[in-house]
């Protein structure tokens, strides 16, 4: 299966990306009137974004998106920047055309657009929940750590890690795991070595959210 593209998050001036969360979607188009289908093959849920918490509030900065109705409405009252059509960007006249729906502002593409893309956004996200963002990837690791990939997470694939906790987008507690994981590695090196039964891997790289 292709890989994904990940959302990532600017934190203390070091970008991360989301390894997993609890609760809802950290953000949803939906609630904003609009339904993402799937861009390509390594962006199948057809959204992907940039986040940055500030002082403790998380921030949605830029969204790139496919609509399956080619409408696509203003987030925190700015518009569209550009439309990607076969990935090039449409120049300025040709962007996409400005109407109103039921009242509302909105972009409407044609079937040439592949994706949409809003930047310099400012909108607070109210998510609640946890997330764990990690950075750092670590590139030779044993064959066996795709198991535990496949069926949990992919953090022990990192050497730092973030638990944060958020409370209608503002965050209330920051944990850093990173040594604890470290300790799950070394421990997983001289205990089960290879005995890489699925079971196994799961139960010594779990660090629960």
């Known amino acids: 299966m292709t890989e994904q593209i990940r959302d990532s998050y600017i934190y203390d001036n070091e970008c991360y990306e989301l390894s997993e ?9 939906r609630d904003y009137g609009m339904f993402p289908e799937m861009i390509h093959t390594g962006c199948r849920r057809g959204y992907y974004a940039d986040f ?6 998380l921030y949605l900065r830029r969204l790139t998106i496919r609509d399956r109705n080619g409408r696509y ?3 925190g009252g700015i518009g569209l920047i550009s439309a990607k059509v076969c990935q090039t960007v449409l120049p300025k006249n040709q962007r996409l055309k400005r109407t ?8 409407l593409a044609d079937e040439s657009v592949s994706a949409a893309v809003y930047s310099g ?5 109210p998510f609640t929940g946890k997330m764990r963002l990690v950075n750092d990837h670590i590139d030779v690791l044993p064959y066996e750590f795709d198991l535990y990939m496949l069926f949990v997470s992919d953090a022990h694939c990192y050497r730092k890690i973030l ?3 958020v409370d209608r987008g503002v965050v209330v507690n920051v944990v850093d795991r990173s040594e604890e994981m470290e300790h799950k590695r070394l421990e997983y090196y001289n205990t089960i070595g290879s005995n890489s039964e699925t079971e196994n891997v799961v139960r010594c790289l779990r660090l629960e959210l």
Do not use: Q, R, W
């Open 21 to 29: 969360h609890t609760g809802m979607d950290v953000f949803s188009p």
């Open 52 to 57: 940055e918490i500030v002082n403790g509030i």
């Open 121 to 125: 956004l400012n909108l607070k996200v």
């Open 73 to 75: 409405y203003p987030l």
């Open 100 to 107: 109103k729906l039921a009242g509302k502002t909105v972009y």
């Open 163 to 165: 638990d944060l906790s």
